[in-house]
Nanobody, 121 residues
Framework: QVQLVESGGGLVQPGGSLRLSCAAS????????MGWYRQAPGKQRELVAT???????NYRPSVKGRFTISRDNAKKTMYLQMNSLLPEDTAVYSC???????????????WGRGTQVTVSS
């Protein structure tokens, strides 16, 4: 079994910072692209940022320059450093990863349960 567990969410004032982590564990041979998604109440889930196994990154325009995605392949962990947070960043943040459980196996998309980020004064 494979698990993705997020941590680091919480309540922060506008302009503040948070660092999210997503740790993968279980039967893992290889991890391809990883990503952060978020869903605000009453809205559809949206892509925040992605990072490939080689470190190539992609961001949604509204977070570019404020958020930084990174990963530690040895620790099977992905991070999201969020700076200059805005009230509209309030959402449940979930991580996603394409994981291969064995050599030659297909990659399967796994999701974490999410962590709440609330930006409010």
């Amino acid at each position: 079994q494979v698990q993705l567990v997020e941590s680091g969410g919480g309540l922060v004032q506008p302009g503040g910072s948070l660092r999210l982590s997503c740790a993968a564990s279980g039967n893992i041979f290889s991890i391809n692209t990883m990503g952060w998604y978020r869903q605000a109440p009453g809205k559809q889930r949206e892509l925040v940022a992605t990072i490939t196994s080689g470190g190539n990154t992609n961001y949604r325009p509204s977070v570019k320059g404020r958020f930084t995605i990174s990963r530690d392949n040895a620790k099977k962990t992905m991070y999201l450093q969020m700076n200059s947070l805005l009230p509209e960043d309030t959402a449940v943040y979930s991580c996603n990863a394409d994981i291969q459980s064995g050599r030659g196996a297909y990659y399967t998309a796994y999701w974490g349960r999410g962590t709440q980020v609330t930006v409010s004064s």
